[in-house]
């Protein structure tokens, strides 16, 4: 069975990290990009990051760039999402996906593609 697996979300103080990982079962995910998506209570799903297989190229919203990092540990078929220097803005639900292609492309940040169940994220205070 297919599936992509998010954890790691939790309470959060601002200012505090997190990471975040997307587990594959059901197919090797190394041969596809993966990406990062975050939906806040009455906003629309937004791109995070993204990150390519072929060349490991990885791409990030202006709002978390210098903040987040992406990997992927093939081995583990795990991609992962550092998350430093949070901000309450960064509460949301955190979801990761993949359209089956293996790079994420000019619309990475368009929400697409197969996804995780979601893990939640609440940075307060």
């Known amino acids: 069975q297919v599936q992509l697996v998010e954890s790691g979300g939790g309470l959060v103080q601002p200012g505090g990290s997190l990471r975040l990982s997307c587990a594959a079962s059901g197919f090797t995910l190394d041969y596809y990009a993966i990406g990062w998506f975050r939906q806040a209570p009455g906003k629309e799903r937004e791109g995070v990051s993204c990150?390519?297989?072929?060349?490991?190229?990885?791409y990030y919203a202006d709002s978390v760039k210098g903040r987040f990092t992406i990997s992927r540990d093939n081995a583990k078929n795990t991609v992962y999402l550092q998350m430093n220097s949070l901000k309450p803005a960064d509460t949301a639900v955190y979801y990761c996906?993949?359209?089956?292609?293996?790079?994420?492309?000019?619309?990475?940040?368009?929400?697409?593609?197969?996804w995780g169940q979601g893990t939640q994220v609440t940075v307060s205070s």
């Open positions: 990150i390519s297989s072929k060349d490991g190229s990885t």
């Open positions: 996906a993949t359209d089956w292609g293996p790079q994420c492309g000019s619309s990475w940040y368009i929400p697409k593609g197969y």
